[in-house]
Nanobody, 114 residues
Framework: VQLQASGGGLVQAGGSLRLSCAVS????????MGWYRQAPGKQRELVAA???????NYADSVKGQFTISRDNAKKTVYLQMNSLKPEDIGVYYC?????????WGQGTLVTVSS
């Protein structure tokens, strides 16, 4: 099983990015999918998560700013990030989990210039 994250990059404050994470390999009926980020010098934290049924959960710091979505047929999770701020800088990791398993992507770097 592999998770391929993409979409990170450098953006000016106030700009937008859309992250994607595609899951490949023998994995079916993925339950939870989510995005975490690790800012410089800080621990990895949950940014947003979505269940197979579409229920979402967001960190307070990104509510109303980020939107998570998923395409179950494509086994892909997305994170639309709007109004980016310097405090959103970090490496963003995708995560999927189900009964008896959990996998992480390699991370994609998001940099916001002020």
């Amino acid at each position: 099983v592999q998770l391929q994250a993409s979409g990170g990059g450098l953006v000016q404050a106030g700009g937008s990015l859309r992250l994607s994470c595609a899951v490949s390999g023998s994995i079916f009926n993925i339950n939870g999918m989510g995005w975490y980020r690790q800012a410089p010098g800080k621990q990895r934290e949950l940014v947003a998560a979505i269940t197979r049924g579409g229920s979402t959960n967001y960190a307070d710091s990104v509510k109303g700013q980020f939107t998570i979505s998923r395409d179950n047929a494509k086994k892909t999770v997305y994170l639309q990030m709007n109004s980016l701020k310097p405090e959103d800088i970090g490496v963003y990791y995708c995560n999927v989990h189900g009964y008896g398993y959990e996998y992480w992507g390699q991370g994609t770097l998001v940099t916001v210039s002020s």
